[in-house]
């Protein structure tokens, strides 16, 4: 089938969500549900290569995918984050590019670094974090789970939660949420079953936040022959 190809692996470093690549066949038009942590992209057309780092996406976005480009990259773990470019300056696509002396090379923190490939990329990413350019907060994971130390009111956990993640501990959930009730509508699963995946009130609960979070109704995503990137 013509138009965008996408496939996605679960990553092989505790910090990286998963490992992605997609590539355009023909000119397509297709809709970005939200997203709730750091990415970074390479995006190849022809003999050009450019890097981008994107952060959290609170809406769905409409995008446009050009004939013949080529794109990998990796979603982080939230709380993990290039701290030269914090996430909450990132968010909902305001995206920062790395400079690219060469169509092998990445410069970063005035060094230059090998370009990887899909099949390399989690050992970029590792070279990043062993030279102090990615960091994780473990509060971050803490605070996920309900825990936060006693020490540390709730105003500065929660500001610290921003500074690492982009968005607020409860954007996070309600992403992440709407996000598990789309997967399984756009699996064939039943709307009362999306319902209570997402840990909505009703129907019309869900239906206002499948909206924002995939630009789409909950029948639509049922019966979706759109793409929808996830």
């Known amino acids: 089938m013509m138009g965008l190809i996408f496939e996605a692996v679960p990553g092989e470093l505790p910090l990286v969500q998963r490992v992605w690549s997609a590539r355009c066949d023909a000119a397509t038009r297709f809709t970005s549900a939200v997203k709730r942590s750091t990415l970074i992209s390479f995006a190849r057309y022809r003999h050009e290569v450019t890097v981008h780092l994107h952060g959290p996406e609170t809406r ?18 939230p709380g993990a984050y290039l701290p030269l470019f914090p996430p909450s300056g990132l968010v909902n696509l305001n995206d920062a590019s790395l400079p690219t ?42 605070i996920r789970h309900g825990v936060r130390p006693r020490a540390m009111s709730e105003r500065t956990a929660q500001i610290r939660f921003r500074q690492a993640v982009g968005i607020s501990h409860r954007k996070l959930i309600s992403i992440e949420q709407a996000r598990h009730a789309a997967l399984l509508l ?20 869900l239906t206002r936040a499948m909206r924002w979070a995939t630009g789409h109704t909950p029948g639509e995503l049922r019966s979706l022959t759109s793409f929808l990137a996830f």
Do not use: K
């Open 60 to 77: 769905a976005t409409q995008l446009a995918c050009p004939e013949g480009w080529e794109f990998f990259g990796v979603d982080l773990q």
């Open 186 to 205: 756009v699996a064939g699963g039943s709307i009362a079953d999306a319902i209570g995946i997402g840990g909505y009130y009703d129907q019309p609960q």
């Open 101 to 142: 002396p060469s169509v092998d090379r990445i410069l970063l923190d005035n060094r230059e670094w090998e370009m990887p490939t899909e099949q390399n990329v989690d050992v970029f990413v590792d070279r990043l974090l062993r030279a102090g350019l990615l960091v994780f907060d473990p509060l971050v994971e803490e």
